[in-house]
C-alpha cells in the first residue's frame, strides 16, 4: 500500500524557503529546482513504508514524528491512516523542536 503524502502550508513555505535559499548559493535555477524536487524524492521514497524514517524520540517517548534527512535538512512527517502529513521542512542545525511543536502550542 502506498500512502498518499500531504504537505502542510508551513511544509510548502518552508521549501520556498529552501528554494530561495539554495538559488542565493548556487545563483543557478535549475539546481536550486533539482534540490527541492530530490528532497521531495526522498520523502517520497518513504510512501511505501513510512514507519522505516527516523522516528523523533523527546524525554524517552515517541513524539509522533518521524524524519528524513536530505543533505542540510530534515522533513518531519506523521504517519495517519493512508496518508503522510510533512509538517515542516527544516534546517538540520536548527532548532527543530520549537520549529516543529511551535504550531501545536499556539
Known sequence: MSYRIEYSPIAIRDLDRVYAEVL??????????RYIDDLMDQVAAKGEFPKSGSPLYYEGGFTGYYFVVFKAYMAFYRVDADRMYVDRVVYGRSDYMRSIFKRINQ
Open 24 to 33: 542565493e548559493a548556487s545563483k543557478d535555477m535549475d539546481i536550486a529546482l
